[in-house]
């Protein structure tokens, strides 16, 4: 009669199997620490800070200092987005699995090392808050702590900026710059009040 019966609980078994047998096997072989995996965002806990990820069908987490190389209050994770991930442990007895997604990003020391004080370089409006103040990143995924010139308005998420360098830590991954200017122009905000008027 052609009917095929599927089991998809069999085949995330399957999956899972066959993970923990590839990454036995790259751990023996000297090559996890080089291997990136693709996972699956499956949760977020704001409280501890943890981020759960699935990758083949194997349950996985990360603590929040591991989103990053950028150490920040809070993590955009998305539910459901993919992301690269690197294994940092795992305990196959008890099915525990520890991974990385900063470690599967270029690092930042290469970028920050080439910098000079009063350099003047562009970048993106990447993170405002009233706590932690404001940071820009000037490469991909090189985000640097950030204050402004006094003349200058408040910026929002997303303003492309020019910076002064002011310091740089390489071994620390940090650094501070001064925003200058708004070469494209201040972005204006959207007023969710004015359809009324139109």
């Given at each position: 009669h052609e009917i095929a019966l599927l089991s998809e609980k069999q085949a995330a078994a399957k999956l899972r199997e066959t993970f923990w047998e590839e990454i036995t096997y790259l751990n023996k072989t000297g090559q996890l620490e080089n291997e990136i995996f693709d996972a699956t965002v499956s949760g977020y806990n704001q409280k501890k800070g943890n981020v759960y990820v699935r990758i083949n069908g194997q349950d996985a987490f990360m603590f929040r200092r591991d989103w990053a190389w950028a150490e920040r209050g809070v993590v955009d994770a998305q539910q459901g987005e993919t992301i690269q991930v690197k294994i940092e442990q795992f305990d196959e007895d008890q099915k525990l699995v520890r991974v990385s997604r900063k470690k599967a990003l270029p690092d930042p020391k290469d970028f920050i090392t080439k910098l000079k004080r009063d350099q003047i370089i562009a970048g993106r409006v990447s993170h405002v808050d009233p706590i932690h103040g404001l940071y820009v990143e000037v490469e991909t995924d090189v985000v640097l702590k950030a204050g402004k010139i006094s003349r200058l308005e408040e910026p929002?998420?997303?303003?492309?900026?020019?910076?002064?360098?002011?310091?740089?830590?390489?071994?620390?991954?940090?650094?501070?710059?001064?925003?200058?200017?708004?070469?494209?122009?201040?972005?204006?905000?959207?007023?969710?009040?004015?359809?009324?008027f139109e």
């Amino acid at each position: 009669h052609e009917i095929a019966l599927l089991s998809e609980k069999q085949a995330a078994a399957k999956l899972r199997e066959t993970f923990w047998e590839e990454i036995t096997y790259l751990n023996k072989t000297g090559q996890l620490e080089n291997e990136i995996f693709d996972a699956t965002v499956s949760g977020y806990n704001q409280k501890k800070g943890n981020v759960y990820v699935r990758i083949n069908g194997q349950d996985a987490f990360m603590f929040r200092r591991d989103w990053a190389w950028a150490e920040r209050g809070v993590v955009d994770a998305q539910q459901g987005e993919t992301i690269q991930v690197k294994i940092e442990q795992f305990d196959e007895d008890q099915k525990l699995v520890r991974v990385s997604r900063k470690k599967a990003l270029p690092d930042p020391k290469d970028f920050i090392t080439k910098l000079k004080r009063d350099q003047i370089i562009a970048g993106r409006v990447s993170h405002v808050d009233p706590i932690h103040g404001l940071y820009v990143e000037v490469e991909t995924d090189v985000v640097l702590k950030a204050g402004k010139i006094s003349r200058l308005e408040e910026p929002t998420v997303g303003d492309i900026v020019t910076c002064r360098v002011r310091s740089t830590n390489p071994e620390e991954r940090k650094g501070k710059v001064i925003i200058n200017d708004y070469p494209r122009g201040k972005r204006k905000k959207k007023d969710l009040g004015s359809f009324l008027f139109e």
